[in-house]
Structure formats: structure tokens, C-alpha cells
């Protein structure tokens, strides 16, 4: 459990498939999971609902929850390699209540990151913290945890952190890519999002700052 990121991560093995959980655009625009990603400004392409993360969970790998007296609806965010197959994924809760994602690993050989499917292994990669920011950048990744390690046939990366420069755990992992030669992302004073998604909403041109704001 990550206080900061407030996601829970189970390591399991299953069928690689998304089971019935219904693709976002087949849902209604006033559905409240279609109805959220639409106002973050968020593509709703091979995003996915159910309204039993649990049970649905249990139908992929069945055992993961015990317990699903408690269930709930999420979002459903595939994982993919290269070769586009689900491997993992990630249940966005739509409660302010509880955990907000959940990190399910079907192959556990895999490493917990988003996007390879879509990556241009040629260009600089981005490195954001979550899904949802990484939508918003050319050719970006996504960790789903702080212990991730990028593949080792990705030539060239840029690590964007959320603009937190008071968060003494974001500060000293831009520290240490910087030790390890790496280029990081050190947003201007000016920004005062905390995430990419946020600073979306305001207004910014985020690709661009990226781009000149990388050191």
C-alpha cells in the first residue's frame, strides 16, 4: 500500500482478457464512469467499466477477493505489451471513499507499467506517475509504483513527476534520476497544478512545457 498514491497492488495470474467489462464508449455520455472521464478531458478509448471490480476480478483470477460483500464499480485500465495483450490493469474507484486504484498484475513477468502497447520505442519515452497523466503526452508511459523499472530497450526517457516540490518522497526520487543521469521534468514556479491532468483543466499547453522544462 502506497499512502501517496493510495493503490493497492495484488500479484496474480489469469487468462489475458478484459471478460465482460464493457468497453467506456458503449456507455451512455450521463453514465458516472463515462461522465468523469469526460470531464477530466480524458480519451474514453480502451477505457473500461464494471460495476463489480470484485466479482469481475474473481472472474479472471478467481480468488483475488475473498470477500466481495463490499463490491464496487470502477473504471477499468488494461495494461498491454508490446503485442497489445492485456497483462494487468488498473480499477479506478468513481467513491472518494477507500482505495482510488487498484493494481491487478495477470502475468507476473510483466513489469507494472502503462502504454507499451502504443510506444515508439525510436523517441523519447515520458514517465509519468499514472494512466490518466500519460494520456495527455506524446509517446509517454505510465508506473504503477515507485519501484518500476523501465525496459531496458527504451533508449531515451524523460521522468514527469507531479509538481510537488514540497513532497519530500517525489523530491528525492527526481533526485536520484538525476544522480543516475537521467532526465527529469522541473516545472516553473508558475505551475501550480499538482498533476497533468489538472494543469489540462487550467488551461496549459503541457506538452510544451515538457518539452522545454526538461533537464
Given at each position: ?6 493503490d ?12 465482460d ?5 458503449n ?124 525496459p ?64
Open positions: 500500500f502506497s499512502d501517496r498514491m493510495n493497492f497492488q495484488f500479484e496474480v495470474v489469469g487468462n489475458d482478457t478484459l471478460g467489462a464493457v468497453p467506456l464508449d456507455l451512455n455520455n450521463s453514465h458516472q464512469a463515462k461522465e468523469y472521464i469526460l470531464s477530466r478531458k480524458l480519451p474514453t478509448k480502451d477505457l473500461y467499466y464494471t460495476d463489480k471490480f470484485q466479482e469481475w476480478t474473481n472472474s479472471l483470477k478467481p480468488n483475488t477477493f475473498p470477500d466481495i460483500q463490499k463490491d464496487e464499480e470502477r473504471i477499468i485500465i488494461p495494461f498491454r505489451d508490446k503485442e497489445g495483450n492485456v497483462f494487468g490493469f488498473q480499477g479506478r474507484s468513481l467513491s472518494n471513499n477507500g482505495l482510488r486504484y487498484i493494481t491487478i498484475l495477470l502475468q507476473e513477468d510483466k513489469p507494472k507499467i502503462f502504454g507499451l502497447d502504443k510506444l515508439d520505442y525510436e523517441k523519447t519515452a515520458y514517465i509519468t506517475e499514472g494512466p490518466f497523466d500519460s494520456m495527455f503526452l506524446t509517446n509517454a508511459l505510465a508506473m504503477a509504483g515507485a519501484d518500476v523499472s523501465i531496458s530497450d527504451i533508449d531515451s526517457c524523460v521522468y514527469v513527476f507531479d509538481n510537488e516540490p514540497r513532497n519530500k518522497e517525489i523530491t528525492a526520487r527526481i533526485l536520484k534520476h538525476i544522480s543516475d543521469g537521467n532526465s527529469v521534468v522541473i516545472w516553473p514556479s508558475t505551475i501550480k497544478e499538482k498533476d497533468i491532468n489538472d494543469m489540462i483543466l487550467a488551461g496549459h499547453n503541457v506538452q510544451e512545457i515538457v518539452s522545454s522544462c526538461t533537464y
